[in-house]
């Protein structure tokens, strides 16, 4: 079923043709993963996460999920319904390694991006430890789906949604959680068809009515978005009273506006400048100092392993699943542009069963119950009296 643009060959083949733009630093690697590269299989991955986040609700059952996910997506069984060709925008410049990440207009990027940027970025100086792609992509990338011919109209459109889903709440590459790499769809359109299935919304009104639209059934009908009934055993959206969606703030430069929220972060997250989590602290030193402990530090909802390091010779702490090596966060940072100098950040907390039934926390020795506290999430979004983001706008 390949594809053929001679007109020489007859098919019944539809094809998605999106319009893309990457509007911050992307750390997206191939077989050598410390070259920055936009590979399509990487992409496809990424849309098969958010394919899974919708098809929860509408499928009822993860096993009912894996079946169809399946066909849809291949598997070791059988091949995918469609594959993905990207045209990478021409002007791409690659970042290498040990340069100093720089804001667009000039400066090194403050400790805000660089601390969301942990693991690629050096938080001292800036420096890249991976090579990147360099935000924000002048002009836009192409990427094309093609899907088998004869291919169900409800399975073209449940890869749509995830494509609108991807554009508004993920990005590509590591740290794509916390913004780096933002996905930007700019517009998405069928082979053949001049009227586009999505354009994206230039001002803030705009952008919260396509948020909501995309889970409004009366308007999305084709998409048939159910939320899952009960809170799910992966990251997908549902009832959950813990999932919500907010417009966090704007400024005019993208990385500027992630390192403002990575500020903001690293000050709520500090209980010297937020004393916020003192009883997180003492937790720690109760258990480096080898006292009984019997629960875990607050702070987990960020994000599996924590690592504590304590100033005066205090020690050093970890915090970790006892069986498995990481669990992300489920708050999902967003870059959206809405125009040339205009962008906002999207919080997206969508929430899941943290660790499988029966896994415990290990805090130094000590193995603990899961009792995680998305109020911590909240908190951080909404702040405590003061709001913590002033130009916030809640949206589910």
């Keep these: 079923w390949q594809d053929d643009r001679s007109g020489g060959m007859k098919m019944d083949m539809t094809r998605l043709e999106a319009e893309f733009r990457v509007v911050t630093p992307l750390f997206m690697g191939g077989a050598n993963p410390l070259t920055a590269e936009l590979r399509a299989p990487s992409v496809k991955g990424v849309l098969r996460f958010w394919w899974r986040a919708l098809a929860l609700g509408r499928l009822g059952s993860v096993e009912s999920v894996r079946a169809e996910e399946a ?38 990027a403050g400790e805000g991006a660089r601390y969301l940027g942990y693991g ?157 989590f003192w009883d997180d602290h003492d937790l720690l030193i109760d258990a480096i100092s080898g006292k009984p402990i019997a629960n875990h530090p607050r702070r987990v909802i960020f994000g599996l392993p924590n690592n504590y390091h304590f100033r005066n010779g205090g020690g050093n702490s970890i915090v970790k699943p006892k069986a498995h090596e990481r669990r992300a966060s489920p708050l999902f940072i967003h870059i959206q542009q809405l125009s040339k100098d205009k962008y906002v950040a999207i919080a997206a907390i969508i929430p899941a069963e943290f660790l499988p039934d029966g896994e ?36 589910i």
Excluded at 87 to 107: A, C, D, F, Q, T
């Design 71 to 108: 066909r849809i997506f291949g598997s070791t069984k059988g091949q995918s319904n469609f594959k993905i060709r990207i045209s990478p925008p021409k002007r791409e410049e690659k970042l290498r390694r040990k340069h100093v990440l720089n804001y667009n207009g000039g400066g090194v």
């Design 360 to 395: 415990k926390i290990m805090v130094e020795k000590s193995p603990v119950n899961v009792n995680v506290d998305y109020g911590v999430l909240n908190d951080f979004i909404d702040g405590k009296g003061t709001p913590r983001f002033a130009s916030r706008v809640r949206v």
């Design 120 to 276: 690629v970025i050096e938080a001292s100086s800036g420096e890249l430890i991976r090579q990147c792609i360099r935000y924000p992509l002048e002009e836009s990338g192409k990427l094309e789906l093609l899907f088998r011919p004869n291919t169900p109209e409800d399975d073209i459109w449940s890869v749509e949604a995830a494509l609108v889903a991807m554009g508004f709440f993920g990005g590509l590459g590591s740290r794509s959680r916390k913004g780096y790499g933002s996905f930007n769809l700019v517009n998405l359109k069928r082979g053949g068809e001049n009227e586009p299935l999505f354009t994206m919304p230039n001002d803030l009104d705009g952008l919260k009515k396509a948020l909501l639209s995309l889970f409004d059934q009366d308007q999305n009908e084709r998409y048939k978005i159910t939320p899952f009934g009960r809170l799910p055993p992966y990251t997908a959206f549902s009832v959950s009273e813990k999932m919500r969606v907010d417009i966090m703030d704007k400024g005019e430069e993208p990385l500027k506006l992630l390192n403002s929220i990575g500020e903001k972060m690293m000050e709520y997250r500090s209980y010297l400048k937020s004393k916020t």
